[in-house]
């Protein structure tokens, strides 16, 4: 039977399916470098690459500006008030109710100071006491005070 087809007739097929083939290749790839171009037909692919690649560069600027202006203020905020502890506690027994507490006043460093007040039926006595890295400077901690302290360190600041 393939005596009987001209071999000439064969090669026209092959080249006639070659061709389609081609075609379909050809029409899906000018399609896509369509939806590429889609609204900018005066300008080629490869200058709209290039402009991206230029607005990639200048948003890697941007970033790299943003992760310094970041930084600048995470040291920045170590210095600010980041944990606070509170603890309430009765000193006396004449009086009812936790009216006494002991506040800390932590930063990033841990550092800052604690104030107690103490209430009593004829008074309210305050103090304070400076922190330095979560340790008393200076003076003694009462325990309420090393409570309040301790609850500051636990904020994640």
């Known amino acids: 039977m393939l005596n009987s087809i001209p071999f000439d007739l064969i090669i026209w ?12 290749i050809f029409y899906n790839l000018f399609s896509h470098y369509q939806k590429l171009t889609k609204g ?3 300008k080629g692919l490869k ?6 690649l230029k607005d990639f560069a200048k948003e890697a600027v941007k970033i790299d500006e943003l992760i310094q202006e970041m930084q600048k203020l995470q040291k920045e905020n170590l210095y600010n008030i980041q944990k606070i502890g509170l603890v309430r506690f009765n000193p006396f027994s004449e009086t009812g109710g936790n009216q006494s507490f002991s506040l800390a006043l932590l930063n990033g460093e841990e550092s800052g100071l604690v104030i107690t007040s ?5 008074m309210t006595r305050i103090y304070s006491k400076p922190v330095k890295k979560g340790k008393a ?3 003694e901690l009462s325990a309420e005070e090393k409570l309040a302290i301790k609850a500051a360190k636990k904020i994640k600041g």
């Open 13 to 24: 097929g092959i080249i006639f399916f070659w061709l389609v083939f081609l075609s379909i």
């Open 40 to 42: 900018d037909n005066k």
């Open 47 to 52: 200058s709209i690459l290039e402009e991206l």
């Open 118 to 122: 103490l209430h009593s039926r004829e």
């Open 137 to 139: 400077e200076g003076y």
